[in-house]
């Protein structure tokens, strides 16, 4: 497996009009369905069983995007939130403790509602869904169902369903459709970018990890900015 800065090097080499082409050939339009902004297991109806929702533990089920510490701090500014309105430790790597998750990660997943849906997806009357801080959705909302075939960057939703070149295509029932040029290169544009960051957040966490005492029952989730709590603040 090539290193870290080897990867990171290739993401930097890739070519936009390439990129643009496999999502071409690939094809893809927004059917706004919501499917890549709510868990797996959703909420039946208002009055929702509760200990079906504890049970899942969200490992799995709940909407899982990955966003960067700059990008949580972007969204806090659009409406004054706190770092727990917008983002959570990302559940992989923790296990279930007495008073709840605890242990360490890696990553910091968006923040979910009680259903297990993003806390920023709403429908209207109508179910026709939309993301409440579209403008300032993070890399990996601006670019799903693509990711490049580069180690070190994430596979959100899971294995590929579809592969042109260097990008890998998710799940998603937009796939298949016509695209025009110009969203093309501008999906192209946003999917290079994030393959950048998502390694040079890998090669920050791992140059910066250091190993830190934590009390039972607690989390610390390592970023690039180095260890943290759950709200968002240094571990000393």
Same mark, same amino acid.
């Given at each position: 497996?090539?290193?870290? *800065? @080897?990867?990171? #090097?290739?993401?930097? =080499?890739?070519?936009?009009? *390439?990129?643009?082409?496999? !999502?071409? %050939? !690939?094809?893809?339009? /927004?059917?706004? /369905?919501? %499917?890549?902004?709510? @868990?797996?297991?959703? /909420?039946?109806?208002?009055?929702?069983?509760?200990?079906?929702?504890?049970?899942?533990?969200?490992?799995?089920?709940?909407?899982t995007a990955t966003v960067f510490p700059d990008e949580v701090r972007e969204l806090q500014a659009t409406e004054d939130y706190d770092w727990r309105d917008v983002a959570r430790p990302m559940p992989y790597g923790l296990v279930e403790g007495e008073d709840g998750p605890q242990g360490e990660t890696f990553e910091w997943a968006l923040q979910t509602d009680d259903c297990g849906d993003c806390t920023f997806y709403a429908e209207d009357d109508d179910g026709v869904g939309a993301c409440t801080v579209h403008g300032d959705r993070p890399l990996v909302c601006r670019t799903y169902p693509f990711s490049v075939a580069l180690g070190g960057t994430s596979q959100p939703m899971g294995e590929a369903v579809d592969e042109e070149g260097m990008v890998r295509a998710h799940e998603c029932e937009g796939l298949g459709r016509d695209i025009s040029r110009e969203e093309a290169e501008?999906? %192209?544009? =946003?999917?290079?970018?994030?393959? !950048?960051?998502?390694?040079?957040? %890998?090669? @920050?966490?791992?140059?910066?990890?250091?190993?830190? #005492?934590?009390?039972?029952? &607690?989390?610390?989730?390592?970023?690039?900015?180095?260890?943290?709590?759950?709200?968002?603040?240094?571990? &000393?």
């Open positions: 497996m090539e290193s870290l *800065e @080897a990867e990171r #090097e290739r993401a930097e =080499a890739l070519d936009v009009a *390439e990129l643009a082409d496999a !999502i071409e %050939a !690939i094809g893809f339009e /927004c059917t706004r /369905c919501g %499917a890549c902004c709510k @868990a797996v297991d959703g /909420c039946e109806g208002e009055d929702a069983d509760e200990e079906k929702r504890a049970d899942t533990g969200g490992e799995g089920h709940d909407h501008e999906l %192209a544009r =946003a999917l290079k970018e994030r393959a !950048i960051r998502e390694l040079d957040e %890998a090669v @920050a966490v791992r140059d910066r990890y250091r190993p830190v #005492e934590r009390d039972s029952g &607690e989390v610390v989730v390592f970023d690039s900015e180095g260890p943290k709590r759950p709200d968002g603040s240094r571990v &000393e």
